[in-house]
């Protein structure tokens, strides 16, 4: 089993729809849960990250983690064709293990 | 603020050439990275120095891959001989502190092995 997993999509959306993406994981050492969106061509941007379990929200964004199910999603609210990018789940052991466990990447598109 | 500066953007060279990718971090950022992504998947760590030493080196390809951080800021990444399966992004990040927990990539250097 994979430590991070995440559906590759694509996902199709309309213009304005809510669009949920999830990534589940079987590690329960990880401690911060990131959310990065890629442009293509682009390297990761870090829309989000979060430590403890709940929601953390910033403008149509919306990161959720639930530790005790090892599942977290994002939420993209009023979801726009500028969204269209790929979406990837990562997370970390924190203290001085730094480095990123990505998922695979979602695949997002937003039909106008 | 500058970002995570790479060079070069593209590269295309034949197997068993070599290449050199080279990386800028963040000012002020101790901590870098070097990130593997294959195209469909997410990037995959290759090492991780902190200042100019190496914290998590145990996913580089020690026999073709070599990483150096000299003084501390700018880093290199070496493949020498390089092989079809080499083919990816080769993404460098850099963070403030070790924990990491807001790593920013730069836009990646893309190498083509033909």
């Known amino acids: 089993q994979k430590e991070v997993e995440q559906d590759p999509g694509p996902l199709s959306v309309p213009e304005g729809a809510i669009v949920s993406l999830n990534c589940t994981y079987s590690n329960s050492a990880f401690q911060y849960f990131m959310w990065y969106r890629q442009y293509s061509r682009k390297g990761p941007e870090l829309l989000m990250y979060t430590y403890s379990s709940g929601n953390k929200e910033d403008g149509r964004f919306t990161a959720q983690v639930d530790k005790s199910s090892k599942y977290i999603s994002l939420f993209i609210r009023d979801s726009q064709p500028s969204d269209s990018a790929t979406y990837l789940c990562a997370m970390n052991y924190g203290g001085s293990q730094g480095n990123l466990i990505f998922g695979k990447g979602t695949k997002l598109s937003v039909k106008p | 603020e500058a970002g995570v500066a790479q060079s070069p953007r593209y590269k295309i060279i034949e197997k068993r050439q070599s290449v050199a990718f080279w990386c800028n971090p963040i000012s002020g950022h101790a901590t870098l990275y070097w990130y593997q992504q294959i195209l469909g998947q997410g990037p995959k760590l290759l090492i991780q120095?902190?200042?100019?030493?190496?914290?998590?080196d145990s996913q580089l390809p020690k026999d073709r891959f070599s990483a150096e951080r000299l003084k501390g800021v700018d880093s290199t990444l070496k493949i020498q001989p390089a092989k079809l399966e080499d083919s990816a992004v080769y993404l460098c990040?850099?963070?403030?502190?070790?924990?990491?927990?807001?790593?920013?990539f730069g836009e990646g250097s893309w190498l083509t092995v033909v």
């Open positions: 120095f902190q200042n100019n030493g190496v914290v998590d």
């Open positions: 990040a850099s963070s403030f502190t070790a924990s990491g927990n807001t790593i920013y």
